[in-house]
């Protein structure tokens, strides 16, 4: 069993979430939009199992998991409300793990990956929905594939029966001015909106963080992906040498 949350840090759990929620609320209300349209995603890493459970008690019941052996080792102490997603870079080696265990992963960017994920699931004979993983910034070292390749990725998730693109996922690059988060949030809207005409089945677009959920809100975004501004800062275990 996990053990129970101190009130003091329920409370400011819960301080924060009314907070994000009212923000969230006035965003979609200036951008014209419904706030049902507009799913906030809980992420959890660092965070121990009994705060993720204050958030899922009072309704925020999708959790989002980056690491394999963290999600793997968390995710018996969440309550059983809870709906648990992939978001974080994922290797081959470890698709096993995660295939038919969430319910979608966010972070499809090869054409290997896929493929990966069409075995697995054929193996377990199921379908696993998945976002793919757009490099809209066009960072080197960043995770997410070109937005050229998304028509080619799209195109072979077709002859995937075993897997269903559900939409777009981006992690933008640190941004230093707001300017640069509306460019990217942009090019990102126009994309999805081009790739759902002729795949309407794309209805996730899945961007937006602590520092510029309001602004994805304004670009379409219909999942934002919020740790820190939760949680609070995140304090990452000292390194094991
Ligand atoms: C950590 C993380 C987030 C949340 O970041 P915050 O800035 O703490 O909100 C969102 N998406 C991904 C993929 C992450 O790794």
Redesign the pocket.
Known sequence: MATECSPEIRAAILERLHEIQTRMESACQSAGRNAQEVTLMA?T?TVPPEQVNVVVEAGVTLL?E?RVQEFLSKRDDYDKRAEVQF??HLQTNKVKQIVGAVTLIHSVDSLHLLQEIQKTANKQEIVQDILLEVNIGGETSKSGAAPAEMQMLLQSAMECPNVKVRGLMT?PPPFAEQSEAEECFGRMQTLWQDLRRTSPSLDILSMG???DYETAIRYGATLI?????LFGA?IYPPKTL
């Open positions: 992420v890493k989002g980056n978001i974080g992690i963080m602590s520092g992906r919020l740790g820190s501004a995140r």
